[in-house]
């Protein structure tokens, strides 16, 4: 069972570059959403998404923007990266929204921009 | 607002020692749920078990035991005779209703078990 796949595990890019984290999911799963994790932070919302053809802001989404064209999949594209978006990028999902649902987690995507 | 704090950034013990990671949150949902999840050192998170408001229970399973208090709004969870494997950093996060359902985590506690 693949679970959730993150590509690709690292990425450098240049201030301005654009870019697409990809994530999918094998276990027909409702719930989808992106995380960054920083020192010191934990881990924080950017988007999520309760179904295909639904997304919607978490806790820090500018400069970031997804879609949910189908069930499996649910790409993270950074617009024009800029340092501060240096960071562990996590994709997770869940088997719907509701509260008591365990997240399992890819195994992140190491971002650094120069 | 919901709010998790993880109080120890890092904990340090030595092989076979007891250690307990704390955990306080604050919520005003009167059904919600509390996890921890573990990141070992290869990166990826691992759920490792929920709790919900209605169940003050204790929890155990195997070396790991988890001790909810709703008067105290803690979550701590319990290594009994730590193990090097168990170095990794440790995550506790929140689940209500408000917010729509979105999950809070806290910034997480760094433990090192040395041999």
């Known amino acids: 069972n693949a679970g959730v796949t993150q590509t690709p595990k690292f990425q450098v890019l240049k201030t301005g570059q654009s870019m697409t984290l990809q994530c999918a999911q094998d276990?027909?799963?409702?719930?989808m959403s992106w995380y960054r994790q920083d020192p010191g932070m934990g881990l924080r919302l950017i988007h999520y998404?309760?179904?295909?053809?639904?997304?919607d802001q978490g806790e820090v989404p500018n400069g970031y923007n997804v879609s949910r064209s189908t069930t499996e999949d649910f790409p993270l594209r950074l617009l024009s990266a800029a340092p501060s978006q240096t960071s562990v990028y996590f994709c997770?999902?869940?088997?719907?929204?509701?509260?008591?649902?365990?997240?399992?987690f890819g195994d992140g995507t190491r971002l650094s921009i120069l | 607002a919901q709010k998790v704090t993880q109080a120890q950034t890092e904990i340090s013990v030595v092989e076979k020692e007891d250690v307990t990671l704390d955990c306080v949150y604050e919520?005003?949902?009167?059904?919600?749920?509390l996890f921890w999840y573990k990141q070992p050192p290869s990166g990826e998170l691992v759920f490792l078990i929920r709790r919900n408001s209605f169940d003050e229970q204790n929890e155990i399973s195997g070396r790991y035991s988890w001790n909810f208090q709703k008067s105290t709004s803690s979550f701590n969870f319990t290594i009994t005779a730590s193990q090097v494997v168990d170095s990794a950093v440790y995550f506790c996060a929140l689940s209500g209703n408000t917010g729509g359902f979105k999950t809070i985590f806290g910034a997480g506690t760094r433990l090192f078990v040395k041999a």
């Open positions: 997770a999902s869940s088997r719907n929204d509701r509260a008591d649902q365990p997240q399992h």
């Open positions: 998404s309760v179904g295909a053809g639904i997304t």
């Open positions: 276990m027909n799963h409702e719930y």
């Open positions: 919520t005003r949902d009167t059904t919600y749920y």
